[in-house]
């Protein structure tokens, strides 16, 4: 059955069903990557343009890897040394792009709005892979993957977020995406690190930690990102590390068997400790692996590759 | 039929009889474009080299495409990073590059007459991408291509290359190879942009746009390297766009049958304008899209394949 | 057979009957590279990530051609505009990587001791392609494939290797693998460039070059990395070339059958002249060819490849 959406842009506008078909099949992948040979031949001929204009290793192996398993043609093409220092626009760009006849781009780009925009200016089908605070959907989806892999089920399960929620695509694809599937979100942050209108995003807010995860099923850090400190958003380093960082001690506060997330890179000693980020409820790693999976789901879903 | 030529250094001496044979070859792998599977098996096995010393994404992507549409291995080997900066010389990097057994170097470097010293100290066959001020081979075929594939010949036909004559391999190549092929080519820049003894490619010169593309069946622009401007040879971008840029009001001087290329990346609101490049008589994005089918027909030619 | 060996650390400990299985699995691959197609289909469907964390273009795209001829899916991480400049740790760096389902980790670090490191984070197959100054075993892996080549036998043979024994991890790894083989191998350099306790190594020791070469089957020149020259360690260029650069006289005290060898990239008129570069007697081109044969070999006898 083919999706509802055309592209994948964010989560805000996916429907239940489309988000339940793109999960299933990525269970499908995931049972395909623990074979001994990982590759299907389902986008066999196709060309995917990876066009990441922000530094990125992690989306972009994943995505890659992805794309490889499917047999698809990856072409990497990052902002540095490109046309874009010779003043071409960005709509030239991909029309260029597209005019050598490919089938897919995978974009990263600081602004939000970017993946939109691509679909307004080509033909191709476009996967956002993270555009300025705006929506970073794949992750949202290996997310609830792990989620439904691990405690069976989505509908119901009570999520804390903690972190720098307002600048967090991370957190918004979440959000819309868990809301739709009937999850109960709550978002954990100093007032600075808040969104002005965060409820707008159909998710309960709170400052105080333990009131977010002491019922929770899932608690998923966020990684702060130091350099908002000299801004005047972030608090010192050992102060988030106090309130926000998730140690032995506010473990305790946490349900026995709710599950420890987090979209990586970790940054040990600050949002998470060791006794966190490597105890037997944490499933960071279980997202990594997911990841993969539920790429290769949505570029197969999106890509009209033959069935198998 | 092999081609006479055995590296494409250049289309100075390029017989008629090979251009035509590649631009019949590219035809055919333009159909393969347009399939669904757009791969075939043409040059399984075989390794390219892309050695690319200058910057560019949009001809190595090109080259990288053609090279994964025929099956071939690509590997990208960029100045940056490399023995270059530990002291080691262009014919040991290329000796040891040849010693990995590979079979093709598709080569872009600052330097005139590179691609031809590297057939000096290698076996491998060489493809110019590009070589300083010298020659830009596979530009002017692709350029060749579309103009045939959209008003059925060559021969006889009259195009106006416009804007940096004296800076520009792809003039050049466009000025050996059009003229083999019987077309007649006129070059238009200010006295500042033109080479010295520009008759000796063949072609007319001026520095009057009118008279340049009033009965063109061809206009092409190059795009002014701005960074020029300091060095006194480039009017300020104001006064080029006035004379040379193309507007509404500069294509009331040309035929309206005329074709309008360009070999990107464009500068809009400097050498064209958008009313010029997105209209009907535009075939920007038609050239790049052939650029990936007269690319596979040189890999293919040069390469000896197994024929389909 | 299978190897003794899980993964490539270093030749230290790796038993003379591990050393001959790999030899005589590259003169095999060997013969591959000299087919019309270079690809066999060993490794399909197996992920090599290359994560090098030191620039190196020689050593990247040997082990990329190796992978590639193995048909395996090699995926290339680089140090710059990773996660490690987010302040994650290099074991989770690592298992992120490892949790994406990859086969083999083929690793370059400007510390010794990552490779062994990476062996217990993770369970992936390791190669170390050179970390610090400790081992680059595929390197004396590829020179004694060389020499056994072109001599017929490793046993016995005299071997020179002279330059900066000091900061060599290629001659750390020759020292212990030749020595394993039953070769004697005498290190040369100034006294600044000899590490303190060297016959820990196995190896004889002398500042003089005459003495190293003169009944030497194989002379081995290292690069001194000119950048030392300022830390007092090493003498001035013109010095080091004068006692220990191999012109046309220094040649004569050499044996005439005697092989020239160097792991590139060659510093022409600093530790050799073109006449000793370019002679009949150097393999230095055989050694890079030989390269891709015995990485190919690695990868297939560590990587559980399908046997053919």
Known sequence: ?????????????????????????????YEVLNRENKTVPTLRGKTVVNLFYENSTRTRISFEMAEKRLSANP?????????????ETLRDTVQNIEAMKIDMIVVRHGSAGVPKFLTECT??????????????PTQALLDMMTIRQKLGRLEGLKVAIVGDILHSRVARSNA???TTMGMDVTCCAPTTLLP?????????????????????????LLRPQLERQTHGLFPSVREYRTYYGLDRDKMKLMRNDALIMHPGPINRG???????????????LDQVTNGVAARMAVLYLLGGGEHE
Do not use: R
């Open 270 to 284: 600050v949002e998470l400790e060791a006794e966190a980020a490597d105890c037997p409820q944490s499933v960071i």
């Open 123 to 136: 033909g191709a089908t476009i996967i956002n892979a993270g555009d300025g605070y705006h929506e970073h």
């Open 75 to 87: 072409l990497n093409f990052s902002a540095s040394g490109s046309s874009v220092s010779k003043g």
């Open 176 to 178: 819309w995406g868990m």
């Open 196 to 220: 002005q209108h965060t409820e707008s995003l159909g998710v309960k807010v709170t400052t105080k930690l333990d009131e977010a995860i002491s019922d929770a099923d899932v608690v998923m």
């Open 1 to 29: 059955m083919a999706l509802e959406i055309k592209h994948l842009l964010g989560l805000k506008d996916v429907s239940k069903s489309d988000i339940t078909q793109i999960l299933d099949a990525a269970d499908k992948f």
